[in-house]
C-alpha cells in the first residue's frame, strides 16, 4: 500500500488500515521533510508564538513505530503510472505498489510577484516559522485575502502589536464561507480591534525595491506601504487540488481527482478529501473516512 501525502487524511488512512487488520507493507511519500503534522494551528498558536512547533505533530513516536510504515519524507511525487502500478518521485526513482492512496491536498494558487522578499505564502510549519520570524522585525503588514486564513492571520499579527492591513476583492471577510450579515460582523469586529480593512478592491501588483517587497498596489491604483505581505487563500485566486502529477496518469481530472462512491479512481487506486471529487458531484466525497473502503457520496 502506498500512501503519497503525509498529511493528516493520509495518517487516518494509514490507520484505519492498520485497525482493520491490513498488515502487508505500508508507505508514505510526502512533499515535506518533517513527519506528520496538524496545519490549522500554523496561523494561530505557532504563529502566534504560543505553541512550539512540535507541538503540532499528529501523533508522537511511539504511535508512528506502531503504525510500521515506509516514510519517504521531502521527495514530491512527479507522476503516476497507473498501468505499470508504479509512482515516479522528483528524483526519478520509482515506487511500486499493489494499492495507492492520494492523500496531496491543496495547493495555493500563486500571485505574480508573491516570490518577492517579504512575501508569504502559508501552507506549511515551515512557511509559518519564516512568517513569524518577519513579524517579530515588527513590520507594517498587508494580508491578501480575507477568508479564515487571512482573517487569522490578520488577528494574529494585530494581536503582536503590528500595523495591518487586511485586502480582499469581496464587500466583506469570509463572505464565501458565512455571507454578508456574519461577514460584516467579522470585518467590524477586525476593525475595532484596530485592523485597517481595504475591501472591494483587488490586488493589482506587488511593488518592489532591491528585491524586496515595497507596497502593494489594489486595483484602484490605491498603494499600500508593506514590509511584510501575506498571500493566503485569495478570495478568485484560492487554492486548488494538487494533482499536477496526476497530469498523466489517465485519471480523470476534474476540480481534483474524479471518484466514485468509494473514492476509487481506478481499479486499486483511491484519493481521500481534498483530492477527490465524486463523479456525480464536485463536492468532495468520503469526508472522515479513510480509503479504501465503502462511503457514501455526497450531495
Not at 119 to 141: F, I, S, W, Y
Request: aromatic fraction near 4%; hydrophobic fraction near 45%; proline fraction near 5%.
Amino acid at each position: 500500500m502506498l500512501i503519497v501525502g503525509a498529511s493528516a487524511a493520509g495518517l487516518a488512512t494509514a490507520e484505519a488500515l492498520r485497525n482493520k487488520g491490513y498488515d502487508g507493507r505500508l508507505t508514505f511519500v510526502g512533499d515535506e521533510a518533517r513527519l506528520l503534522y496538524d496545519r490549522p494551528p500554523l496561523s494561530k498558536q505557532v504563529l502566534s508564538g504560543a505553541w512550539q512547533p512540535e507541538r503540532v505533530r499528529l501523533r508522537d513516536g511511539q504511535a508512528i513505530y506502531k503504525l510500521d510504515a515506509e516514510f519517504q519524507l521531502g521527495r514530491r511525487a512527479a507522476g503516476l503510472d497507473a498501468a505499470g502500478r508504479k509512482v515516479l518521485l522528483d528524483g526519478g526513482e520509482r515506487v511500486a505498489f499493489d494499492a495507492l492512496v492520494i492523500a496531496t491536498g491543496v495547493t495555493p494558487r500563486r500571485l505574480p510577484g508573491d516570490d518577492l522578499e517579504g512575501v508569504h505564502v502559508l501552507r506549511t510549519l515551515d512557511d509559518a516559522l519564516a512568517l513569524r520570524a518577519d513579524l517579530l522585525a515588527r513590520p507594517k503588514v498587508v494580508v491578501v485575502g480575507a477568508g479564515f486564513l487571512g482573517a487569522e492571520v490578520a488577528a494574529v499579527a494585530r494581536t503582536m502589536g503590528l500595523e495591518v492591513t487586511l485586502v480582499d476583492p469581496l464587500p466583506v471577510p469570509m463572505r464565501r464561507q458565512f455571507g454578508d450579515m456574519i461577514g460584516k460582523l467579522v470585518g467590524q469586529t477586525h476593525s475595532d480591534h484596530g485592523i485597517a480593512l481595504r475591501l472591494g478592491a483587488g490586488v493589482a501588483r506587488f511593488v518592489e525595491s532591491a528585491g524586496r517587497v515595497a507596497a502593494v498596489e489594489l486595483a484602484d491604483g490605491t498603494k499600500l506601504d508593506a514590509d511584510v505581505v501575506v498571500v493566503v487563500v485569495v478570495v478568485g485566486v484560492g487554492s486548488t487540488p494538487a494533482t499536477d502529477w496526476l497530469a498523466d496518469s489517465g485519471l480523470v481530472l476534474g476540480n481534483g481527482v474524479e471518484c466514485d462512491a468509494e473514492c476509487r479512481a481506478a481499479p486499486g487506486i483511491y484519493a481521500v478529501p481534498g483530492s477527490a471529487v465524486s463523479r456525480r458531484t464536485v463536492e468532495p466525497v468520503c469526508a472522515g473516512r479513510a480509503a479504501p473502503g465503502p462511503c457514501e457520496p455526497a450531495g
